[in-house]
């Protein structure tokens, strides 16, 4: 039956016999009253995905009400629950552990006669609560761990705390406190809190990352069909990728590929503190879990892929078959078209290699002026590292402002005025015409006609996904490897191929919170992520794998003014500054577009705010009253 017409109920298997199905009443997050069945028909929920419908009916709590958690935040109905009072009591969360607080629906402002709260839990209305549904499905753990911070690493992104809520907080005064004794319901939230600290601040110890019993190696491939699941690229979202399958209980063989000689390392910090001097190669490397228990081929170029056969082809001619695949081999440094002047004055920087490369180029030719080309992120975190040195900087860039394509117009001007102020010379829409080497420095030719000296040149002009050797593989590899929402890797006729997932920055999927355009994103936590809901699709297959609706988050720091945003900014139609001001350089602002469901809420972006960001995580996505940014009188209360 057509979904139009039939009746949609949510299947909720974990509940008592005598509630076998309940109506859709918000897709985020329902109260409906035990017993209560009348069918809502799919019709009168708005416009119809294009997509099959995921898994329904998670149960979240129970008592004498049942919530049950719909897990797309596109589709918004305007049916509201009944208007019957009641309650939610012992709440617990997706992974069964207890949350601080009891939610209740927006009648009922008080518990109901007998009923008492645990301790330290508050009353919070039901619209102001905002469900944690974007982020992964993290497999429990069952001992307790240790975490510490190192107080000279943490910038205080708050980064921590949307991952761990129960075990970091940031304080009204922007200071960070945390709780170094983690139960093991919290165990696996502080886990992924680890993986996804931008200046990789925190430490974790004791406890076990999860280790499902081993199983042989027939019943592994009885179960999930796969004997060896190969992971091609040795970054982040690889590494995100094999520690997942691992945890899932694949104990089959595991290879991970690399081209570079060393294993997984956080690229961020190249531009900043690498050259800078403050974190060294080794402090980079990522704690990989020992019980990773893989084959690592590092220094190993993949030249091929023969879907059919199931195999990398490698250069020297060898093949790797595989059961599985997983594609995470990133991106690479945007070029010039053509090289201007053969010299080691002009570099790139992507990979730990170039950058030493660039800090042994800058010492040995002693460079007191760098030209920098790019007015992205890498750009302008270059921009920042070089005045910190002491260098003079000028950065020149063929649009304008700065960071427009990402922030836009308004806030790209806020960047702009923080470079300058800090003694960058920035050029925009400007190109350099000519190229010479003077044999002691470059000279360059701007478009106006003017001649710049300089000891160095950094390229910062963006990226392009490696997949030069996916060509000839059958799969869409327009702009990175073209996926389904659940992450598995798209062919040449627009179906998803079994066995094979990409992740990362190479892969380019449509992210359902905001539309079916397919996009790439380039962003440490979304590495992380993508990783593991790749591992585990690869184990599920396309017709049972969930969708991938992830909330993008990054940040950078300009000359000590931390930048922080949630969502996709570039989707945005209009910006509203909706706490601070521009002028003082502190502020959050709400990027929104309309849509033929309402008004949606796509980004919010923060400067030296991240506090107050916190407060507009969860609604990226939404349309409606949860698009609706928080006031003083809504903000959720934590």
Not at 115 to 143: C, D, H, I, N, R
Not at 284 to 298: E, G, I, V
Not at 510 to 525: G, K, M, Q, W, Y
Not at 612 to 625: A, S
Request: hydrophobic share 40%.
């Amino acid at each position: 039956m057509p979904y139009d017409t039939q009746p949609l109920y949510l299947p909720a298997p974990h509940l008592s016999a005598s509630v076998h199905q309940m109506p859709l009443t918000n897709p985020m997050l329902s109260y409906v009253p035990v017993g209560y069945q009348a069918p809502v028909p799919y019709s009168e929920l708005g416009p119809v995905p294009a997509y099959p419908m995921p898994p329904i009916g998670t149960v979240v709590a129970e008592a004498s009400t049942r919530m049950v958690r719909w897990p797309s935040p596109l589709v918004q109905p305007p049916v509201q629950p009944p208007a019957e009072r009641y309650h939610v009591q012992d709440v617990q969360s997706l992974q069964g552990d207890p949350l601080p607080a009891a939610r209740l629906a927006p009648e009922q402002q008080e518990l109901e006669p007998g009923l008492e709260l645990e301790s330290g839990a508050e009353l919070v209305p039901w619209l102001e609560f905002a469900p944690e549904e974007f982020l992964p499905k993290l497999v429990s753990e069952s001992e307790p761990v240790k975490v510490s911070v190192d107080n000279n690493r943490c910038h205080i992104y708050g980064i921590c705390q949307q991952e761990a809520p129960e075990v970091f907080r940031i304080s009204e005064g922007g200071s960070l406190h945390y709780t170094g004794n983690v139960a093991a319901r919290f165990a696996a939230k502080a886990r992924q809190a680890v993986r996804c600290c931008p200046m990789q601040a925190i430490a974790i110890s004791g406890g076990a990352a999860p280790t499902p019993g081993r199983r042989s190696r027939s019943a592994t491939a009885s179960r999930d069909g796969y004997r060896r699941i190969v992971v091609a690229g040795g970054g982040l979202a690889g590494l995100s990728a094999a520690s997942r399958l691992r945890e899932r209980g694949f104990d089959g063989e595991l290879v991970l590929v690399g081209e570079e000689l060393r294993r997984p390392y956080s690229r961020p910090p190249l531009s900043k503190q690498f050259l800078a001097g403050e974190l060294g190669s080794e402090d980079l490397t990522f704690r990989a879990d020992d019980s990773l228990d893989a084959h690592w081929l590092l220094g190993t170029h993949m030249i091929g892929l023969n879907a059919e056969k199931k195999t990398l082809e490698l250069r020297g001619g060898e093949r790797l078959p595989y059961d599985g695949l997983v594609i995470a081999t990133g991106v690479d440094a945007k070029r010039l078209p053509q090289t201007p002047v053969v010299s080691d004055r002009i570099r790139t920087v992507r990979t730990l290699t170039d950058a030493a490369a660039i800090q042994q180029a800058m010492h040995a030719a002693r460079a007191h002026h760098v030209v920098i080309l790019g007015g992205g992120f890498v750009g302008c975190e270059l921009a920042c590292t070089a005045r910190d040195q002491g260098m003079d900087v000028t950065l020149v860039v063929h649009s304008a402002p700065l960071l427009r394509r990402v922030l836009g117009s308004k806030l790209g001007e806020v960047v702009g005025r923080i470079q300058a102020r800090a003694g960058v010379d920035v050029r925009l829409s400007t190109k350099i015409s000519e190229w010479s080497d003077t044999g002691s420095g470059l000279r360059l030719r701007l478009d106006d006609g003017e001649m710049i000296d300089a000891d160095f040149v950094v390229l910062g002009l963006g990226s392009v996904p490696r997949t030069e050797w996916l060509h000839g593989s059958g799969l869409d590899v327009t702009d990175g490897v073209l996926c389904d929402t659940t992450c598995h890797a798209v062919d040449l006729t627009g179906r998803p191929v079994p066995g094979i997932v990409a992740a990362g920055d190479v892969a380019r999927w449509p992210n359902e919170r905001f539309d079916s355009t397919a996009r790439r994103v380039e962003h440490l936590i979304h590495a992380v992520e993508m990783g593991q809901h790749a591992a585990d699709s690869l184990l599920q297959g396309p017709t049972e794998a969930e969708m991938f609706t992830p909330v993008p988050r990054f940040w950078s720091e300009q000359h000590g003014t931390r930048l922080q945003a949630v969502g996709m900014p570039a989707l945005g139609e209009r910006m509203e500054i909706v706490e601070g001001s521009l002028r003082s350089e502190s502020f959050v602002a709400a990027y929104k577009r309309d849509t033929p469901q309402g008004t949606q809420l796509v980004a919010a972006v923060a400067f030296d705010m991240p506090r107050q960001l916190l407060d507009y995580r969860d609604r990226i996505g939404h349309t409606g009253p949860l698009a609706q940014t928080p006031t003083p009188n809504t903000r959720r209360r934590r």
